[in-house]
């Protein structure tokens, strides 16, 4: 999951030009500066990555939330 964090991360961090050291676990989208347009095109972004399907779910409110989701759509 640490590899799928880091990525995830990443693509954050390129997209939205949010700095590295920022993005944590625990972090919200909001908390991050993202509001519900950012987070349906980042999931699309995550979608090709990680060759998953992602629906926008009030479940995943977290980085954490989403890369738990992205490996368990893995399987």
Same mark, same amino acid.
């Given at each position: 999951m640490?590899? &799928?964090f880091e990525e995830?991360?990443?693509i954050l961090s390129e997209s939205k030009g949010i700095?590295?050291?920022q993005i944590k676990e625990?972090? &919200?989208f909001s908390d991050l500066g993202l509001d519900s347009l950012d987070t349906m095109?980042?999931?699309m972004t995550f979608?090709?990555?990680f060759s998953v399907t992602?629906?926008?779910n009030a479940e995943i409110k977290t980085v954490a939330d989403l890369?738990?989701?992205i490996e368990e759509s893995k399987k």
């Amino acid at each position: 999951m640490k590899k &799928t964090f880091e990525e995830v991360a990443k693509i954050l961090s390129e997209s939205k030009g949010i700095a590295l050291e920022q993005i944590k676990e625990e972090s &919200t989208f909001s908390d991050l500066g993202l509001d519900s347009l950012d987070t349906m095109d980042l999931l699309m972004t995550f979608e090709e990555k990680f060759s998953v399907t992602l629906e926008f779910n009030a479940e995943i409110k977290t980085v954490a939330d989403l890369v738990k989701f992205i490996e368990e759509s893995k399987k």
